[in-house]
């Protein structure tokens, strides 16, 4: 990384110039490195939001599943595996539903947490997934190599686990995880997610 040289003894002007040479570079570098982030952040935002308005589009289109629609759906047309980027093999939808003793609860903070929650945990496993809110939780499909489905169940147990501990801060609050079956298709992710809101009915 030498950028240059000063023979001794060293001319103060000829410092100076050379230094803000270096300063000039580093600054047109930290400037394209930031310009980057940005970029890479905008993908990440408007790939995350396709896929929500994607899992959205099934609950919609579904006849079984209008009760758990969002009331912001968009339409999405595309072909899925190309437009949202999914990449691994597996796909698996979870349903954590969130039960409640008083009634009108507003439980859209704890919404916000959980789906940051899982979110993370996912992030950590190195598993793609998308979520969406629903009237009482959050469904989620995760997409995985087909190798790491061996760890799903303990992932999501993590999930339920880590639910649990916020859920205990508050009173009246009960949560259930219901998991439906694993796809090898992302076209087959509404059936995944009628099997875990089937699970849950069967609490």
Known sequence: GVENYLLKPIDQGELQKVLKKIAGKHKVTMEKAKTEELLKAQAYSNRKRYRQHFLSNILEKNNSLRELKREDNVGITENPDTQYGFEQDCFCAFFLKIDYEERHQDISGFLRMTDELIEQIMDDAHMDCINSFV?????????????????????????????????????????????????????????????????????
């Open 135 to 203: 009237n009482s939780g959050i469904i989620t499909i995760i997409n995985y190599k087909t190798e790491a489905h061996q760890f799903v169940d303990s992932l999501l147990e993590k999930v339920f686990q880590r639910v649990i501990q916020e859920i205990e801060k508050f009173r009246g609050y009960h949560i259930t995880i219901g998991i439906g079956t694993e796809k090898n298709n992302i076209s087959e992710a509404a059936q995944s997610i009628q099997e875990a809101i089937q699970a849950i009915k069967c609490r």
